[in-house]
């Protein structure tokens, strides 16, 4: 028995080193129910095997568990696809570098998963990597009938669904009340999805321009959600409250719930959209070309044009050599515009979208210009109707013969401006809060935000 258990080193060793090249093809798989990178077996087909071990059923798990840990499947699996995307000039390290030093809670597995999605589906990112979308498909929203450009860029930014679809899950709005006779105004924040109010501002105020800056403090205060509370209505109702440093209530939830469960449950979706969910991750690229209004065939004989529609539905141009603010007097040939949403969480970190532009930099064609814009909820929310708007008249499915569509779309996309993560002034003697404010990267707020 002593000779034997000596020997049996040798022989599990040997045992394991088969097992590893019978699954080498796992270990380049692209699937995502690859679990281990070291692969094991028991050697225990000889006579009176279990004498040899003092607890025979958990050898074969023990020795799974020695050769590999969930970090070290981690390490291994990443380098593993690492070595499948070098095959074809392609790496995530800039990718992982960005995400491990401005998120430091990556989950590696969601590195594995972008890696993989991306693999899988190489073929079409390179080969179709420049391919248009299809303008006369009837599937124009919900569909990943965008541009192969689209999809590279938005796998190689680690987008979980690159499909073309509604980004805005809440946005707020400025409320206007004139019952009292004097016009007064209040905040409201909108679920996109379903059209219903979530809060509204718990006091009317005298100009617009204040209720803005409210509602600046109130998603400010949002984020933290020690910050809400319940109350009871005086239909014995719950309903949920926002309130400030002092205890004022800024904000009031219009939802109604019946016991403390229902309301602590709905207290956590709130805040999980205005903390972590203002709008998803996602892009819309716009190729300015196809922005031109369509040219129909003459008729014969030639029908009059009126001419309050023939001028209608272009971009607006400069012509003034001089001009500094407006277009320039060709906004069409060789451009494209890339539209994302500011709000997004890992997108109000400033260093991590300076990555993505270089990425859309880099990928994109080099006779092409693209104009890249980081849009808040408000405008994007607009672009996303009038977008849809218009691609249901390139691809046939709504007409639009005085250019009223095209025209709208174009007013909302050629004033759609960047908009950077806002700071705010803070208290010198506040040391511990300060944070800095750096130039071209920040909003300039107020110290009431």
């Known amino acids: 028995k002593q000779l034997q258990g000596y020997l049996y080193f040798f022989d599990q060793q040997l045992a394991n080193y088969l097992a590893q090249l019978a699954n080498v093809s796992k270990l380049f798989s692209v699937e995502p129910d690859i679990e ?9 087909d000889f006579k009176d095997a279990p004498d040899l071990f003092a607890f025979p059923g958990e050898v074969k798990q023990n020795i799974q568990q020695a050769a590999e840990n969930p970090d070290t499947f981690d390490q291994r699996r990443n380098l593993f696809l690492d070595h499948l995307l070098s095959r074809f000039s392609e790496s995530f390290f800039d990718y992982v570098s960005i995400l491990r030093s401005v998120f ?19 073929p079409e990112y390179s080969s179709r990597r420049f391919a248009a979308f299809n303008a006369t498909d009837a599937s124009q929203w919900d569909t990943g009938n965008i541009s192969g450009l689209e999809k590279r860029l938005q796998s190689l930014l680690g987008f979980n669904n690159i499909k073309r679809r509604t980004l805005v899950n809440i946005f707020p709005v400025i409320i206007s009340d004139s019952e ?15 059209g219903n109010t979530l809060m509204v501002g718990a006091e009317k105020l005298p100009s617009a321009e204040i209720a803005e800056r409210e509602l600046t403090k109130m998603l400010d205060l949002a984020q933290d959600l020690s910050r809400f509370s319940f109350r009871v209505s005086d239909s014995s109702q719950i309903i949920i409250e926002l309130k400030d440093g002092t205890g004022k209530v800024i904000a009031v939830g219009q939802a109604q719930f019946n016991d403390d469960a229902e309301a602590v449950a709905g207290l956590a979706v709130l805040h999980d959209l205005v903390a972590n969910n203002q709008s998803e991750e996602g892009m819309f690229l716009v190729e300015n070309l196809l922005l031109l ?19 209608r539905g272009f971009m607006p141009i400069c012509a003034d050599e001089n001009c500094d603010d407006c277009g320039t007097n060709d906004p069409y040939s060789f451009r494209l515009s890339v539209i994302l949403p500011a709000y997004s969480k890992r997108f109000l970190n400033i260093d991590f979208r300076r990555y993505c532009e270089r990425i859309i930099r880099m ?20 672009f996303e109707k009038s977008y849809q708007d218009w691609l249901d008249v390139k691809s046939g499915q709504a007409s639009d013969d005085d250019k009223t569509i095209l025209e709208r779309f174009i007013n909302i996309f050629s004033t759609l401006k960047t908009v950077y993560p806002p700071a705010r002034l803070q208290d010198c003697s506040n040391i511990e809060e300060r944070r800095l404010f750096l130039l071209n990267q920040n909003a300039l707020g107020t110290l009431n935000t």
């Open 36 to 44: 281990q990178t070291y692969f094991t077996q028991l050697a225990d």
């Open 104 to 122: 430091p809670e990556i989950n590696r597995q969601e590195l594995i998963n972008t890696k993989l999605r991306f693999l899988k589906n190489y």
């Open 180 to 194: 009292s006779g004097t016009e007064q105004f209040r905040f409201g924040l909108i679920d996109n999805r379903s």
């Open 293 to 311: 209004p369509d040219v129909l065939p003459p008729a014969s004989p030639p029908s009059p044009v009126d001419p309050s529609v023939a001028d």
């Open 363 to 382: 990928e994109t064609p080099a006779h092409l210009y693209p104009k890249i814009c980081w849009v808040n909820n408000e405008q994007l929310q607009e």
